[in-house]
């Protein structure tokens, strides 16, 4: 068996991906992977780490401006898909995959519909309530679409080669034990951890709060252990920033921030409160290890999607949400230390999480993909 994955631009269109890789090698060890990305995403930092090889396609995204910049944008655009399709053709032509399939981004785009022109069975994965632009483009020709909420599948049109499976979670995270992960990290059984990042690529606005945060944290001498992820653009900034609020992370080693959590899955599981995006992967992730979190949905997402995420999420009393027009940095370590003063309180919401796991997902994605291997064409 050969697959060929592609997704990129944000961790949320790569994880899911490496997702079904892991999942496919565990029921079929033969099974020969390639991955394919634009050339610049968070997928060359995330595929090689996993030991997949990666093919870079040069595609960039569609400006939503009108503005002449905006079209001279896009008209670029437009040519590099063209292109990114004929090269995507010889990358398949090479790879010879039995299936292709598709997790979203740009890239995405180029290379399933590379693969439709060839004849070659695709499969596409749409994480999100409301399906992204690539899905809705690719969906028609694709011998299956596999949704993660019933909403998207009425959205697509509901036709029977839509199929409900739910988010692919990472081997990692369905792997990890809290009691392993909190040895791992030195901590006794009173000690409390809060573990917080603002989706895959970081988030500006966001991390200037939390620069405050940390600051607070660090004056007010909290006894709980606090690692956030900036992300890769503010790792300059971000320190810098929370030192000229009087962060003293040297003085207050609980206190620490990092360019990247790699180790997610026993960070997750350690953790006591997780503050976060509403991004589709990452709730899949806290309601399969039924953690807590306080979710700041990202107002600059399409159609206010991770606001109608964290609500679903919400309404199972399995967080609290948080909108980020009120997420001061007062505001977000008020609520953290609202959240940990309440342990049984924590507890209740991560167990009210697991109800939404989609715990047979990954199972019912390598079924669908068989059967659309077997299918195609008939
Ligand atoms: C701003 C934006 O467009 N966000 C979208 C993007 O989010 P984004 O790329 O942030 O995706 P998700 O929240 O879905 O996934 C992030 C993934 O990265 C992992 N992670 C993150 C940070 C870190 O330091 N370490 C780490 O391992 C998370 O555990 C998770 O597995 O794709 C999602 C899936 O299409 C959408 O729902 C989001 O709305």
Redesign the pocket.
Known sequence: MRLYITGGG????V?PGLAIARYFEKRQPETVIRFAGSARG?ENKLVPREGYPLDAIEIIGLSRSMSPKGILHNIKAAKLAVSAVAKAKKLLKAARPDCVIGC?GYASFAVVKAAQELGIPTVLLE??ALP?KVTQMLAKKADRVLVCFEQAKKLLGGDEKIILTGAPV?GEILAASREKARAKFGLGENDQLVVS?????G?KYMNEHMAGTLALECKNGVSYHHVH?T?AAAREWLPKMAREQGADFENHPNIQY?E???D?ADR?AAADLIV????????G?LCMLGRPALLVP?P??AEN??EK?ARALESAGGCRVLLEKDATPQKLYDEIGDMLSDPLRLHAMGENATVLAAHDASEKIYREILRAIENHGK
Do not use: D, K, P
């Open positions: 944000t961790g949320g269109h994880t968070i979203g994480v999100n992204g990472r990042f603002w989706g895959s690529m988030a992820a992300g990092t990247y959590i790699y997610m997750m976060c995006r509403a991004g589709a992967a990452t709730l992730e990202s600059f997402v999607h991770q995420n």
